[in-house]
């Protein structure tokens, strides 16, 4: 199978993403060739930290030609996991949750969306981008079933541990938290947290001290 | 007015949100009085980290006897400008912004929300969470007259650079973007990007070389 990359930092992986986004709408532009210099200038990277980063996976760049952007973007889509699928679950049919179902990039990378679970009876039954609500009560037995890898907690932050430990019982790998509240998962757990208000709390920091120096 | 700390890291700056949810965590359940060793263990950081951390806003701890919670809480809810308020609007009431219309952290800490905006008609003029939704052509006009200080960008990503121009004009002064997008905004903005697909494919890529390590 694929290449494993088990001893390059989160640091870089965590620029990937940035990479993949990038790449993609130079696709979508029909550009073909860029030159590390390109998209330094594009992404706000030093050239150098892109051959670095890159380098990291064997480096695709030639030397006075530069980076074949649909070569690049195809492997980096592969470093990321996304030539793959995953049966994924959400739970919490809320405005989060069918903001999360309907997300254009969720099926379109592998994200195999199968239920979305719900406490509120005036939910459960009905069809989210043609996903169904099921009760909360059916959770793990579905999970455990289907064979889910992802589940996606989109609940209050009350109930969002129970639901991690429903997940963890049911067999899933990994979870992506948008509760903002941190979560005890067994190690082996992979755990990816959208923690809304964290990324508010820094704007209003930058907000704050921008107008006291002003 | 308060300090002003513009020296200090944003690593530890993007930290203290995290700081800030363990406190309320710990006041909630009435604990007022905890040493560097326990909140490590909780948040996973080192004591020594903790110490470090908070040192760089002057330390607020007492040999022997740890961190008053009340008071760690409620410097770093100042030093996070959570102190103040902030005129905001959000653009876009799909989904995803009325998830963040009705999320319950953002009036409780002072981002005072005043209108949605959409294109689509069926939303203009009713009400989320007891905020209006205006049709998107009034956008400029009601945030230059309302003193709008935060503009939130839950469009799709197409509308998202537009948008984006018309806050700039209109005097904003942050802009918490959660299309799936980089904008291009003057150096003065203060630009926070909420990019999911950026993190569902760290998810994606730990999952996928979990997979293989197995």
């Not at 990291?56 to 649909?70: A, H, K, L, R, W």
């Not at 009876?121 to 043609?130: A, E, L, T």
Request: contains cysteine; aromatic residues 10%.
């Amino acid at each position: 199978m694929g290449k494993s990359y088990n001893n390059i930092s989160m640091a870089v992986i965590r620029r990937l993403p940035k990479y993949h986004r990038y790449l993609k709408e130079l696709l979508d532009k029909e550009v073909y060739r860029i030159s590390s210099k390109e998209l330094s200038v594009m992404m706000g990277f030093t050239a150098s930290q892109i051959r670095q980063d890159l380098n990291n996976f064997g480096g695709f760049g030639q030397q006075g030609y530069g980076y074949n952007v649909e070569e690049l973007y195809g492997e980096i889509k592969k470093i990321l996991g996304l030539n793959n699928t995953y049966g994924t679950v959400i739970i919490g049919a809320g405005n989060l949750g069918q903001a999360i179902a309907n997300y254009a990039n969720f099926q379109k990378y592998g994200f195999n969306l199968k239920a979305l679970f719900d406490v509120n009876p005036k939910m459960v039954g009905i069809k989210i981008s043609d996903i169904p609500v099921y009760d909360v009560d059916e959770l793990q037995e579905f999970t455990a079933k289907n064979n889910i890898e992802i589940g996606v907690i989109c609940t209050p932050k009350e109930f969002a541990q129970d639901i991690a430990d429903k997940l963890v019982k049911s067999g899933v790998s990994s979870i992506w938290n948008f509760a903002p509240v941190d979560l005890d998962v067994p190690e082996d757990i992979i755990m990816e947290n959208v923690h809304l208000s964290d990324s508010l709390f820094i704007l209003s920091y930058l907000l704050s001290n921008n107008n006291e120096e002003a």
